[in-house]
């Protein structure tokens, strides 16, 4: 399938009934499918940001959806692979501020979302402008 093939069987699929994990799954895979094809096709890079915010808003209300125990969330949740190919294009883009806020969103799905890197690259900007 080709990358316009891959975006519109995605919007198709969100559209359709389903339960908030069919989406996340749905989302996520077209997400690394799009990261995989970045260098032989870029203009997917738009919808990974696209879809990889409506993941993260999906997930932030629904986290149930990615919980490794349903019934106790305290248990953990399964990785996140669509935040992190985000968090890995903000940084490469030189978005590093809004990296930062996407790992400060996804931290309460897992401490290995905290990138403390990236804060302190934040910080030096911040005190270069100083």
Do not use: C
């Not at 975006?7 to 997400?31: C, K, N, T």
């Not at 993941?55 to 399964?78: N, Q, Y």
């Not at 992190?84 to 979302?113: C, I, N, P």
């Amino acid at each position: 399938m080709d990358t316009n093939g891959l975006v519109r069987w995605v919007w198709e699929g969100v559209e359709l009934p389903g339960i908030a994990s069919d989406y996340h799954f749905l989302l996520q895979g077209a997400i690394k499918q799009l990261w995989s094809r970045r260098r032989s096709a870029p203009e997917g890079l738009q919808f990974v940001e696209v879809f990889a915010a409506l993941d993260l808003g999906l997930i932030e209300a629904v986290p149930h959806a990615v919980a490794i125990d349903e019934a106790d969330l305290t248990r953990g949740f399964a990785r996140l692979a669509s935040v992190e190919v985000w968090m890995k294009l903000l940084e490469t883009e030189g978005a590093l501020r809004d990296a930062v806020a996407v790992s400060r969103r996804a931290q309460r799905f897992g401490e290995s979302y905290r990138r403390a890197d990236l804060e302190a690259k934040v910080a030096a900007l911040d005190a270069e402008g100083q």
